[in-house]
């Protein structure tokens, strides 16, 4: 089982709806939970990070954590087409408290 | 400006041939970075932790011979592809804790590797 899975995709929503990405965690222990969005052939930049249960805002990008579930989503508002790329989840697991991605989630936004 | 600087962004090299790849800290001192590798539409897979004046730690199934890694310094690690295969064929991305902190990483903008 994989540690960490995300729906591979491709998603696609029209400018200016809500994106909802979603990722399931394995390890109960896992504390810590990020998103990174990657640009085709760049490398990941981290856009959010979340430790608590609920929610937590940052202009159009709203995580959401859900220890019981072990489920973590991200919700892109006002989505633009500059939105399109690869949304990585990752969860901090494990002895050596190892940074744990999944495999993606594709998003287009059509303009 | 970056924070981390890899280089080069992009190798075609002949099966058979070795790659050096480097990835630097411009704004702070590092005693640990990060090697990933990632194939196309897969995740980040960790390949090895570069720990500055000691040996680098390799995740399972990663030939250490094969994946040369050198942290001469607080600043430097680099990664050298030991006789290219055609399957080694990948994006190498290194990163850093930001500041210290294992848990936030800051990514270098990656190499792309093709073993022809």
């Known amino acids: 089982q994989k540690e960490v899975e995300q729906n591979s995709g491709p998603l696609s929503v029209p400018e200016g709806a809500i994106a909802s990405l979603n990722c399931t965690y394995s390890?109960?222990?896992?504390?810590?939970f990020f998103w990174y969005r990657q640009y085709s052939g760049k490398s990941p930049e981290l856009i959010m990070f979340i430790y608590s249960n609920g929610d937590k805002e940052d202009g159009r990008f709203t995580a959401q954590l859900n220890k019981a579930s072990q489920y973590v989503s991200l919700l892109i508002r006002d989505s633009q087409p500059s939105d399109s790329a690869t949304y990585l989840c990752?969860?901090?697991?494990?002895?050596?408290?190892?940074?744990?991605f999944g495999s993606g989630t594709q998003l287009t936004v059509l303009p | 400006g970056a924070v981390v600087s890899q280089h080069p962004s992009r190798v075609i090299c002949k099966s058979g041939t070795s790659v050096k790849i480097e990835c630097r800290s411009l704004d702070f001192q590092a005693t640990t970075m990060f090697w990933y590798r990632q194939f196309p539409k897969q995740s980040l897979m960790l390949m090895a932790t570069s720990n500055e004046g000691s040996k680098a730690t390799y995740e399972q199934g990663v030939e250490k011979d094969k994946f040369l890694i050198n942290h001469a310094s607080l600043t430097l690690s680099t990664l050298t592809v030991t006789s290219a295969h055609p399957e080694d064929s990948s994006f190498y991305i290194c990163?850093?804790?930001?500041?210290?902190?294992?848990?936030?990483?800051?990514f270098g903008s990656g190499t792309q590797l093709s073993v022809l």
């Open positions: 990752a969860a901090v697991s494990g002895s050596a408290r190892q940074l744990t």
């Open positions: 990163s850093l804790p930001d500041r210290g902190d294992n848990e936030k990483l800051l």
């Open positions: 390890d109960r222990g896992s504390q810590s």
